[in-house]
Structure formats: C-alpha cells, structure tokens
C-alpha cells in the first residue's frame, strides 16, 4: 500500500529535476512507469484540492498520539466550514475587526522600476490589523478552537508576526496561550515578545537546536503531545499535518478572492501575474488560490535566497531542497545527505525555515508555480524602492515578494498581453515592515551597533 | 475524503491499515519476548528489559561499548536511536544526548556500524528512528542494509502505520520487525490498525509525552495494554517515563515489556568519565533488570 498514489514510484530522496514541464499533457509520451520524476497530472480544480495529499506531499507523519486529535481537527473543521453560522461570525471579524477587505493599491511610481509599461498592484494585508495576513488564519483557528471546547492555545513564531496574532486572538476569543520562540528570535525580536506579553500569552524561548523557528516547532510538538486533549496547536502556516496544510489554506484563500475581484473591477481583466513570497507558504496560498485555475494568469512564489543558493546559506527549498519528510509532512527540505534538516538562512525570519508547505511543493512539481529565490541583498533593494517610491514600508518577507516583480517584470513585458494591452501584477504586500525597522536601519547603516541594540525598544514604534 | 481528481493517480483512499502479510515472516523479537515469557525449568517466565540509548553519544565506538555493556548487565532487546536533528517525540535529556552526537560527526551509516557490533552482544537490536532519515537512504536500502548488519527491526516514533507503505512492504522483503506506537488517545480502531500492522510487538506510550523520566509511570498504562492486546496485539510492551526498577517492577507485572531510555541516558550524560559511564549505567540497569525479575506476574499470565 503507497498513501501516496498508485502510480507513483518510491523515490529515492534526491531532488527531482528542476523546471520538468508543467503537468505534461497525457497525448504526450509518457516516461516509463519506473520514473521518479513522473509529475502527478492534476486535471480537476486545483483551487478545490482537499489533503491528506497533495500529489506525493502532504500525510501526517506524527506521532500516533496527535492523530486523535488530528482527527477531532479534521472533522471539526469540516463541519465548520460548511455551517453559515461559523463563516458569518468569521466575516464579521474580518470586517469589523482585521479591516477587511483591505484595498488593492496601484503603485506606479514602484511599477516604472518593474518595467515602464507593466500596471502593478499590491494586496495590502500589510493594512489588516496586527500588520499582516497571519490574522486571517489565527482568527479561524481560534473560532474552531471555541467550537471544539478547548481552552489552550500554543503556538510557534519565527519572527514575531504569528505569535502576536495567536496572542491577540487569544485575548479576543479568552484563551491561554503559550507561544514558543527560539531563543536567538526572541532576541531580535525583543519587541515582539512584549506585544505577546502585553496581549497576555506566555513566551517560551526555546533554548534546543538552533534556537530558531524550527526548534520551536519541535516544542510546540512536543507540548502538543503532553496537553492534546485540551489544547489546539495553531500552526501558522500551510505546513505540518493533516488537515493544517488545507486549513490553513483555506482561511487566507480571502486574501486572493479579494484581490481577484478587486483587480477585475479595477482594470477589467485578470492579472497576467500574481506574486508572493513564499516561507511556510500561507500568504501565497492565500492569494495563489483564487488564480490557479486560471491558466492565463503565470504564478510566482518567491523564496529566501539568503546570501545566493551557491552560499549555502538560504532558505530556498525548491532551489538547494530536496523531497522529505520534516515536521508532520512531506515536502521540500533543506537536509544534508543523511536527512539530518540544514539550518536555513535569510535576512528575513519570517522566511527562514528549512521545508515549506506540501501544496506548493506539488504546485512546482506540477509546474503551476514559478519558485525562484530571492537574495537578501536584492530584498533589500526592493525593500527600500517601496519606501522611496510609494511611502510603504514593507515586511522584509514581502520585500522577496516586489524584489520578485523586479526580476520578472521585463519578461512579462516582452510576453506582453494577448489583448496588447498593459501587463498587470499583482503582489502580495504580505505584512508591513514596522518589526524591520532596526534590522533594515542596520543593513543600510543608519544607525550604529550601540544604536541598535537599542532600536527594537523605541525606533520600531 | 477528497472532492478532486488527480489525473493518472488516483487520489489513494482514507488510508487504511493493510493487515501484515506477517505470517510468513518470523519475528526475531517477537520470538525473543516469548521465550522470555515462557520462561524455563530453572527460570519464571518474565517480561522482558527493553533498553534504549542513542548512536553516538559520547562517542561512536563509546555507544557500541555501552549498549554491549547494558546487554551483559540484563537488557533483554536493545533499542538503538539513530541520531536525528528534530527528535519531536524525545524530551530534553535524550534531545541533548542526540545533539551531542550529531555535533561529533554521527552518521546515518554510524548506526548500521553500531547495529554491527552489537548484534551478537545478545539481545535482538532494534534502531529506533524517526523517519526522514530512512526516507533520505531509501526505504527498501536501509531494510536490507539494516538486516544485513544483523538488526531486529525499527522502532518508528513519527511514523504511523497510515503512510507506512513502504516500509511494510520492505520489512516483509528483508523479514524485519516493526515497532509503531499506540497512545493513551488512540481510538480501538487505530489500536487494532496498529497491532495488525506491527510485527515484534506494539510500544504503548505510558502516558501523553515526550521521552524522560517521571515519579509515576501513567495510570492508564494497564489499561492500554489490555486494550490493545484485545484488538490484537500479541505483545505490547510500555515505555515513557520508566526509570527505576520499583516502575520496572510494576510495569512488568502486566506488560511484555519495558522500555528504558531517559535513565539509561543520563547514567551516562551525568559521568565524569566514559568509563564512569558505563559503571553507572550497568548499575541502572541491574536495577531495573531486577525490577522484571521480581515482578508479581499473574499465574499464567501469559496471554
């Protein structure tokens, strides 16, 4: 028995190879059966895909002690999804209480840096209260926590971003709530464990590993396994076990719902191209959703390249990864060649985490989704472009995202648009950059060291 | 569960536990236990002394000298822990053992070695893995590799039987024993998906945890075993949170077995010396090795 489909043959942990064609038609000739590299054809909605798996990705590989609760979840949300009730309470707080729907901005003075000649737009999930898209999950997940009877919540962050937002939702819905940070996190993100503080949770800084968002996984795992029967682990991203990949999914897919009808009103047309940058994957998720059953419309995922894939050091799974299994799900993995997960890098936190979420590991097998990295310095750039150019500060995540739209935009241009028209993007501004304010003072050295030691307890307000 | 189609793989349905094409193939641990529980003309039967420690740790030849020495000091099966840089189901004291192995160069093939040179120390050898690192070598390689090396079977703490394809098959092929868990959570479905699936015997967890010491072994150990004895497990032995032989005592009273690992780990963390080490840890392990031997196991309680 193979869980994961009946045609796919075993693989042998090396990556696949890059840039096989996208889900190849089935009149083409077919490579034999004993392939490793045969893509699975999707040839329903994609938008619709439900897991376990998504092609060969996806599981549970947990401990069977969370499977009950995996379980509980699966049905739990199930439910929820189809009851008008849960879903109406849900759009209220995205209306009168995350600032829903947030605008889809023009930003031209940005767009003549990307191509003169190509319209670009950005999504402002920056805009949504606690400063980015993870609000929109968090709140979903809390309700269902509500629903199931629990009365605990645990969490991981990286940088800070879903932390607060478990935090705040915990003081919204009455819940307790631990977050677990990895040490070297909770001291760049000094700020952001206050915010937790102040909005009541427990900051836990996890001191095994390498003190980092992965290593705070394992803890929130393993506090899971001791705590299951009243305690939800929110996970904040489209990774982990069944059902978080789709769940999770499925509660940003309003961030692309919004920007489709937003951008359709707006230029009468869908996007030529929609980008994001991709960490665990969810705000790409999000807004990729609404597209992916449209072929017209090129979809790019953006990930961290750090100092250049030939360093080493980066977070670029689809580029230096390979298939695995890491963290209750099997995706792409940063691992050396035993399976041991390599430690990540990149200027941004938020992006600097060794596997990615099993959906978007099949949407680049399949091809649907363009994944190229993105180097810190080139974020930078981008980063700093926005500021100058448009007034908006942009998460450093979100900064992968438009230096992205700077490297793609003159192919774009010279595909230029059936109808001859303008090329349009549309760029997920996944979070704003007010939690990066020191880290890019320092990069662009604005501030001197002793300065920034200081500047997460004052510049960043 | 699934509303879409994927192409020319059929989404796979709900997994479901394929029942094990055991029959055919002998189980080495299973045999062992059984042997043990049956005891002999000059011995009770008994449960048995499932003894855990990490490749690696201090070093790799220093492992391989403590495992041999846990077996002389009454370890009946050896659980052997590959190394891995995410141990979710491990607490801290075997988490820092692990990281101090992989910190000193510990490799995947370190383990075959280890498997190697202490099969014939006594005790059948489990390794006892999370499954990336299995995964990454090759499921089928690693099952013929690690009989080829002379091991048992694996212990899999992050693998369910539901996405165990390949390992079921590959374990059949090299005629290796395979460990999963069950839970104090797991529904008389999944115990009975579980047992049919495990082959040696089922590890139940004592308690909802991690891996490390505690003052009581969990209330619904017992009741677990009974459990999943009665949806069909021939053997069940308990593990989590077992560290003296007052706990061993007690657990072997109703278990086919004990599973020690966070003590005999700190027997060794704790030493000044490698060799200070391996006193201590045959200390700990005569205890607990005592701890089976006395223990008040019902007359013919051998079900």
Known sequence: MTPHGTATPVRD????????????????????????????????????????????????????????????????????????????ELARLHATYTGRPNPLTEVPRFAAHVSPGVRVFLKREDLNHTGSHKINNVLGQALLVKRMGKTRVIAETGAGQHGVATATAAALLDLECVVYMGEEDTQRQALNVARMQLLGATVVPVTTGSRTLKDAINEALRDWVASVDRTHYLLGTVTGPHPFPE???????????????????????????????????????????????????????????????SSGLHAARFSGGSPGVLQGTRSYVLQDEDGQTRASHSVSAGLDYPSVGPEHAWLHEIGRVDYRPVTDAEAMQAFRLL??????????????????????????????????????????????????????????????????????????? | MSTAVTGDAPAAPAPSVVPAAG??????????????RAGGPDRAGRAALVGYLPVGFPTVPGSVDAVRAMVDAGVDVVELGMPYSDPVMDG????????????????????????????DAGAPVLVMTYWNLVLRYGVDA??????????????????????????????????????????????????????????????AASTMGVT????????????????????????????????????????????DGVIVGSALVRALTDAATPAAGITALQGVVAGLAAGVRGAHRPAGGAA
């Open chain 2, 212 to 255: 490390g010491e505690r003052a009581s072994v969990g209330t619904g150990a017992e009741g677990l075993v009974a459990q999943t004895r009665a949806a069909g497990a021939a053997r069940v032995c308990v593990g989590l949170g077992v560290s003296t032989g007052e706990q061993a005592a007690q657990v072997a009273a109703f278990a």
């Open chain 1, 387 to 461: 500021c100058r150019t448009e007034g908006i500060i942009p998460a450093i995540e979100s900064a992968h995202a438009l230096a992205g739209a700077l490297a793609v935009g003159p192919e774009l241009l010279a595909a230029g648009r059936p109808d001859g028209g303008e090329p349009v993007l549309v760029i997920n501004l996944s979070g704003r950059g007010d939690k990066d304010v020191a880290t890019a003072a320092a990069w662009f050295d604005l501030i001197d060291d002793e300065e920034r030691l200081h500047a997460g307890e004052g510049e960043q307000l």
């Open chain 1, 13 to 88: 942990g090396r990556p696949t190879p890059e840039g096989s064609p996208a889900g190849a038609g089935a009149d083409v000739p077919t490579t034999p059966p004993s392939a490793a590299s045969t893509p699975v054809r999707a040839t329903g909605p994609l938008a619709t895909q439900t897991g376990p798996y998504f092609g060969d990705f996806g599981g549970r590989y947990v401990p069977e002690a969370l499977i009950a609760a995996l379980d509980e979840l699966d049905a739990a949300y199930h439910e929820a999804r189809d009851d008008p009730s849960f879903q109406a």
């Open chain 1, 247 to 309: 769940m999770v999914r499925d509660f940003h897919s309003v961030i692309g719902e919004e920007a489709r009808a937003q951008v359709l009103d707006i230029t009468g047309g869908l996007p030529d191209a929609v980008l994001a940058c991709v960490g665990g994957g969810s705000n790409a998720m999000g807004i990729f959703n609404a597209f992916l059953d449209e072929p017209g419309v090129r979809l790019f995922g953006f990930e961290a390249g750090g100092h250049g894939i």
């Open chain 2, 92 to 119: 801290p004291l075997i988490q820092r053992a692990v990281e101090a192995a992989l910190a000193g160069g510990t490799k995947v093939r370190d383990t075959l070695a280890a498997v190697e040179a202490t099969a």
């Open chain 2, 142 to 203: 690693f099952a013929r590799d690690l009989a080829a090396a002379g091991g048992a079977g694996l212990i899999t703490p992050d693998l369910v039987p539901d996405e165990a394809g390949e390992w079921l098959a590959a374990s059949d092929a090299h005629g290796l024993d395979r460990v999963f868990l069950v839970a104090p959570s797991s529904s008389p479905q999944r115990l009975a998906s579980t047992a049919a699936a495990s082959r040696g015997f089922v590890y």
């Open chain 2, 23 to 36: 029959a055919t193939v002998r189980s080495r641990t299973g045999e062992h236990l059984d042997a043990l």
